[in-house]
């Protein structure tokens, strides 16, 4: 059983036991109806907190409960996930990243090969050299 029926099936009985003129149950009462209707006491949690508690020990609101189990409904309708505004990322490309593009132009307008190539190249193996000669080995 899914969330969405486990919850349906509490409304169902909750609203059953309202039409029945069930004002107060005992905590014991409503997990034994929830099992006998294909629930396991965990399910009925929802149903049960503090804010359903009747002014008689050991009780609690049938109404209280049944409000407690359609809000936890509503929050989990694809309608009401639907409503929350969603957030756009809105993805801004620096200065540096349009300054780039237009001196160097696209990747594929340049492709594999840079215009400094040979000079990198140069440099590198001149600043390797000049660096095992400070200190004193050679390849």
Avoid: W
């Amino acid at each position: 059983m899914t969330n969405l029926q486990k919850l349906n099936t509490l409304k169902t009985l909750l609203t059953d036991m309202v039409h029945i003129n069930m004002e107060n149950l005992k905590r014991k009462e409503i997990i034994t109806a929830a099992v006998r209707n294909g629930l396991v006491e965990k399910d009925t949690y929802v149903a049960l907190k503090a804010s359903a508690k009747s002014s008689s020990k050991g009780y609690y609101v049938v109404a209280e409960m049944l409000k407690l189990v359609e809000s936890k409904l509503a929050k989990g309708t694809p309608v009401a996930k639907a409503k929350k505004a969603t957030k756009k990322v809105v993805v801004q490309r620096s200065i540096e990243q349009e300054i780039a593009t237009e001196v160097r132009g696209t990747e594929d307008e340049i492709g594999d090969v840079s215009c400094f190539s040979e000079f990198e190249n140069s440099y590198n193996e001149m600043a390797l050299a000049e660096e095992l000669s400070i200190m004193g080995t050679s390849l």
